[in-house]
């Protein structure tokens, strides 16, 4: 008799297998001010939570999103009208999109933590900046603005991003000694930036992410910090080619930002036969700690973790 029962209740479940449970996916349509081509959204994720941030946009119009989230592993996709097909895959181009729309429709800017993070039910805090030019006026890309203060310093960011070459622009006010303004060229354009204190000297250090152009986009850094709150002095970011165990895997597509008083970097590994947009070899991060030595200030590695 039970036998049997156990048969009738496999051939049941064969016939009809349990759904895998979906992702949560919420949806909230994008609304600007009056008169106004930009919007801000803070919004937060936890486990396995989506959200998709529904724009509509006409063809050759410019889209520009820059995504500040608190946990390294949350990130968003631009999916374009009635596709899943990705304009742009965060985990693999960064946390800003700037590009020309190819299409009339709705586009979804989907927020998400990585399958790993999901698991573990972590949480993201974020904000996201959406700018929308009008029309073909407006193919031009953004120029990054930020303004950072931390410890009585200041700092106004300033980068042309218009092409693969920049000119990056940094203006300090408050150090007590030079306050000159600081003008670079960059390879690349700027992602991101941020302030922090990671060596808890009572001085701020500024971190700017640039990212290269062309399908590696390789991520690298523009860092000062505040020597004792006077003057600026320049820190250095080892490449990782340095180190071959650090490079190993590597074919760009990195990130860096700045978490658990650290400054991060995360990259996909690749094995042998990958393609440039298909790594299978999981994710590595490694941790940079800053510190003064004979040569300046500079990131050393603390710990590195693959995934």
């Known amino acids: 008799m039970y036998k049997l029962l156990a048969v009738f209740l496999c051939c049941l479940l064969l016939e009809h297998p349990p759904a895998l449970a979906a992702p949560l996916i919420r949806e909230q349509a994008l609304t600007f001010p009056q008169g106004a081509t930009s919007t801000t959204v803070q919004d937060k994720l936890k486990g ?38 990705a304009l742009f895959i965060g985990s693999r181009d960064g946390n800003r999109f700037t590009g020309t729309l190819p299409a009339d429709g709705q586009y979804r800017i989907r927020t998400y933590l990585i399958r790993s993070a999901a698991r573990r039910k972590e949480r993201a ?11 073909a006026a407006a193919e031009t890309p953004a120029a990054f603005e930020r303004n950072l203060d931390l410890l009585g310093i200041s700092f106004k960011v300033h980068s042309t991003d218009q092409g693969s070459l920049n000119q ?3 203006h300090p006010s408050g150090l007590s000694v030079a306050n000159a303004p600081i003008e670079r060229e960059i390879d690349g354009r700027v992602t991101g930036a941020d302030i922090a204190d990671l060596n808890q ?8 992410f640039v990212t290269s152009a062309g399908s590696g986009s390789y991520a690298s850094l523009v860092a000062y910090t505040a020597n004792r709150s006077k003057s600026l002095s320049e820190i250095y970011l080892p490449p990782l080619a340095d180190d071959p165990a650090l490079i190993k895997g590597y074919m760009g597509h990195d990130q860096l930002s700045l978490g658990n008083g650290v400054l991060q970097r995360r ?9 440039n947009s298909a790594p299978t070899g999981g994710t590595r991060q490694i941790d940079y700690q800053l510190v ?10 603390e710990r590195v973790k693959d995934s």
């Not at 805090?125 to 029309?135: A, R, T, V």
């Not at 300046?296 to 590695?301: D, F, I, S, T």
Request: charged share 20%; proline share 8%.
């Open 48 to 85: 396995y939570q989506m959200v998709n941030y529904l724009l509509d946009a006409r063809v050759g119009q410019t889209l520009t999103v820059d995504f500040a989230p608190d946990n390294p592993d949350a990130y968003f996709n631009l999916l374009p009208p009635g596709s899943e097909e």
């Open 125 to 135: 805090s974020y904000q996201l900046d959406i700018n929308l030019g009008l029309g």
């Open 168 to 170: 990056l622009q940094i």
């Open 201 to 208: 000297d009572g001085a701020p250090e500024l971190y700017i």
């Open 267 to 275: 990259f996909p590994l690749y094995r042998a036969g990958d393609s």
């Open 292 to 301: 003064a030595d004979e040569a300046g200030w500079q990131l050393k590695v």
